[in-house]
């Protein structure tokens, strides 16, 4: 049985990045094994924590990014919980005497949540969701995650309605208030914890695919010159 302070602190991963009973559990049965072979005594317990949730969450196919899992994290940092992450790997595949399984990301499994801390319209989520299936069978060698935020900034970019940032996300802060409108890539940054940069360079790939992803119900071809050119 594991202690009440690691119980305590899924409840409050989980009432930030809105995980399933599933995705703690799996969490839980990973702390058990690592902690089971008494390899992660004097270490960041809550780095520990953090990169056994993000395992778990990949391996339940509901993966959060490090940043998410890091802005709640207890003071953990992005790069404590990578490592926490890779030493836990290599901890339980030598228990193991195989490699472990950590699913597979794509951009769709990021997008449904990004749309939704943006305040996106159904319809554009929509739009988004062809999009991201569509780039899949281009040869772009961008993480998912950014895939995920470069095709969020071409849909808004061509949306009627662009609306005010709902404020939902964790790496919401007073600030966005000065820039309420999904206008730029700061504004996808802010909502989606994804550098402005990464997002930038993606967007510069994938805005010669445009006319292939973008499909044709949201935006024509004509409409599509209303692009920022990167």
């Keep these: 049985m594991l202690g009440a302070d690691v119980i305590g602190t899924f409840k409050t991963l989980d009432w930030f990045c809105g995980l399933e009973i599933f995705d703690k559990d799996r969490a ?3 702390y058990k094994k690592i902690e089971d072979l008494k390899s992660i005594r004097g270490r960041n317990q809550d780095a520990i924590l953090a990169a056994c949730l993000y395992i778990a969450c990949r391996q339940e196919d509901r993966p959060r990014t490090v940043k998410e899992i890091c802005s709640v994290a207890n003071g953990a940092t992005k790069k404590e919980i990578g490592r926490a992450k890779e030493f836990i790997v290599k901890q339980l595949e030598v228990e193991m005497g195989q490699s472990m ?5 794509h951009a769709g499994d990021f997008l449904r949540r990004f749309c939704s801390h943006l305040g996106m319209t159904n319809q554009a989520v929509k739009a988004a969701q062809e999009a991201v299936q569509k780039s899949e069978e281009l040869d772009i060698r961008r993480s ?4 995920a935020a470069a095709i969020i900034y071409m849909i808004t970019q061509l949306s009627d309605d662009k609306k005010p940032l709902k404020g939902s996300s964790v ?3 007073l600030s966005h208030m000065l820039c309420p409108y999904i206008s730029s890539f700061s504004d996808i940054s802010l909502a989606t914890g994804v550098a402005e940069g990464t997002i930038r ?3 510069k790939d994938l805005y010669p695919y445009a006319s292939r992803i973008i499909p044709t119900s949201y935006a024509k071809e004509e409409d599509l010159k209303s692009l920022c050119t990167p």
């Design 201 to 203: 360079n993606s967007y």
């Design 171 to 173: 790496f919401f802060t």
């Design 28 to 30: 839980n049965e990973i």
């Design 144 to 147: 998912p995650i950014s895939i």
């Design 101 to 105: 399984e950590m699913g597979t990301i």
